[in-house]
């Protein structure tokens, strides 16, 4: 059989497979325990050779492609072969081996490993061999971790397998690249030393000193020549940037939120509601799948605002804001991109700008949490539970976050309108961008103010009346029926304020009408403004789109707004941002009905909820299974990085072409 060439990538999927085999056995032996049709002895060596022929595939395919190609396929097909009863009865499982499995035999397939253009070394190969290994062991460590499967024999066996593969690799490359790379490779040697020096002691708590030998692959894949390139590559490009620290803090918090210490009674609330707090707290939504007040203690609740102002606000401006602290100063395209996505027209005066920033953050907080704290006092509560509770729902109002520190949020204010209007001008402030709060007061003296404040407002102002109107109208008779009168239209407002991202309610949402529930699907889908602490698709893009759709109705080319012409790249940008959240609601939408027992309307509910960082709920969060508060975190999460990557995209690869293709017409509607 033909020897391929070594590449990089070749080199990357040796890794990464041999790395991944014990994982395969894991999902081999939870299927056919599931599917009840293998016990015992036939089942173990069933599972077994399934991770034999991935690890296999994986020292094969890097010199002969096609023998590990065929490998590769019979490993990833071979639990649905033990299984198939288990992939019927289960959509689940189902879905994760077609998702994962199907993912790896496609590139397995499709990836050429031949490409004589990026031949590699023997040294370097094993470099790039280390990296994708101690991924792969990172990802399995912390995916077992948050499933909580790290707590069976299995799941620790497949642990423990994964992260020793790795050091496998590190002590083989720290071995030959002793002088190649003294200075990388005695680092890594010092690492992988200490961090088996501290496991040694902890091996009757083996979660524990799994957790200590993760150091090893963090130390790889930051010390293994290359990463370098892959770092630079992540911090130089703005998008990149937020992802992955939006990912960095999503998985930090859930490492604190996972201790015992921040429990309220000591005991953990386990890895994967870890995780599904920290993502809700980061990406702003409020959907909890554990009681906030009554799960976590001081230190997990400090966690949690801590999560909520840092994602409220963005990485990116503390970033930005350490930097000017400090007399740094940022790429021209970090400026572009961090300007843009915070309504900044001025570059030159970007940090003047996020000074103010923070300034308004701090002081609308501050004044929210003192009026809050003298609305508690009054209401009985004792002073230092009051303020505490005052600074946490200010903090969580401005930001969107949805959390409260009630179990049932504010539904015990709403006869309380100075709280809850007080909790509602939060969420309008923290909705606007600051470029938009500022110009109002212009925009009052009848000054000059740019069309995107303009179009802010008037979005802005549309919505939160027509939502007042139709809640009022549709939930008089429902809801709101036991109040007064005064206190119907308090709560009828309030609810129009949080329904499209904040995730407060003083009604019960499960009580509202079908038509009620469809009007806040739409609202939610809409969300806040560009450059504010909201999420959906934004009320520019829906104006814009709504402008340019009376503009064809008008048999007119331009879209016009406040006596100007909108660009047509603005439509451009918004008819793609709306299009592509309604395909990512389509697409989760159909991976939770798959996967999950819930009703049509609390499936739709539930996405959008999520997609816009809302974290308003029927009742479905209460529903889900592991894998469902899995996909509902992606959905928060695509929620919350989407837009803005996307918007980041287009403001850094937004370069006017020097030539077009002919222009023809195309019928469409």
Known sequence: MRRGPRTAFSSGVRGALTTAGPLVTLVALLLADFGALVEGTALVGAALSSGAATTLAGLAIERRPRLGRVLVTAGIAAPALIAPQALVQSPTLTFILGMGGGGAVGVAWLSPFADASARVDRPAGRAV??????????????????????????????????????????????????????????????????????????????????????????????????????????????????????????????????????????????????????????????????????????????????????????????YSAALSAFGGRLSIRHESAIAGALSIEDRGRLFGALGRILKLTFAAEGAGAVILFVAFLAGGEAAASAWWRAVFTSVSAFCNAGFALQTDSLVPYADDPVVLHTVALLIVLGGLSPAVIAAVPDLVRRRVVNVQARVVLAATGVLLVGGFAAFAAFEWTRTLADMPFATRLHNAWFQSVTLRTAGFNSVDMAATRPATQTMMVAMMFIGGSPGGTAGGAKTTTVAVMVLAVLAALRRRTEAT?????????????????????????????????????????????????????????????????????????????????????????????????????????????
Do not use: N
């Open 129 to 318: 061999a280390l990296r994708w290994s101690a991924y792969v062991s990172l990802v399995a460590w912390l995916g077992l971790r948050v499933t909580d499967l790290d707590e069976t024999r299995a799941g620790l066996l497949a642990s423990a397998s994964c992260l020793g593969i790795t050091l496998a690799y590190a002590i083989v490359w720290t071995a030959r690249a002793w002088g190649a790379h003294p200075v990388r490779a005695r680092f890594l040697a010092a690492a992988t030393l200490l961090a088996l020096v501290l496991a040694a002691p902890l091996a009757t708590r083996p979660e524990t000193a799994l957790a200590v030998l993760a150091a090893v692959p963090v130390s790889a894949a930051v010390l293994a020549p290359g990463a370098a390139g892959w770092l630079s590559g992540v911090v130089e490009h703005p998008a990149r940037l937020l992802v992955v620290t939006f990912l960095m803090l999503s998985a930090g918090g859930t490492i604190f939120l996972a201790l015992p210490e921040a429990a309220a009674d000591g005991a953990s609330i386990g890895g994967l509601d870890a995780a599904f707090t920290a993502v809700s707290a980061v990406c702003v939504t409020g959907l909890v799948v554990v009681d906030t007040p009554s799960a976590f203690g001081p230190l997990g609740e400090t966690i949690v605002l801590l999560l909520i102002q840092v994602g409220g606000l963005g990485i990116m401006t503390f």
């Open 561 to 669: 707004a406040f006596g100007k012409r909108i660009a047509h790249r603005s439509v451009y940008k918004a008819a793609a941002v709306i299009t592509m959240g309604l395909f990512a609601a389509i697409g989760a939408l159909v991976a939770v009905e798959l996967t999950q027992d819930l009703t049509l309307e609390t499936a739709v509910f539930e996405v959008v909820s999520a997609l816009g960082t809302v974290g308003l709920s029927t009742g479905g969060t209460a529903q889900l299974d592991g894998v469902g508060k899995v996909l509902i975190m992606l959905c928060m999460f695509a929620g919350r990085v989407g837009p803005l990557t996307l918007f980041l995209f287009f403001t850094v690869h937004g370069e006017r072409p020097i030539w077009g293709y002919p222009e023809q017409e195309v019928d469409v509607g």
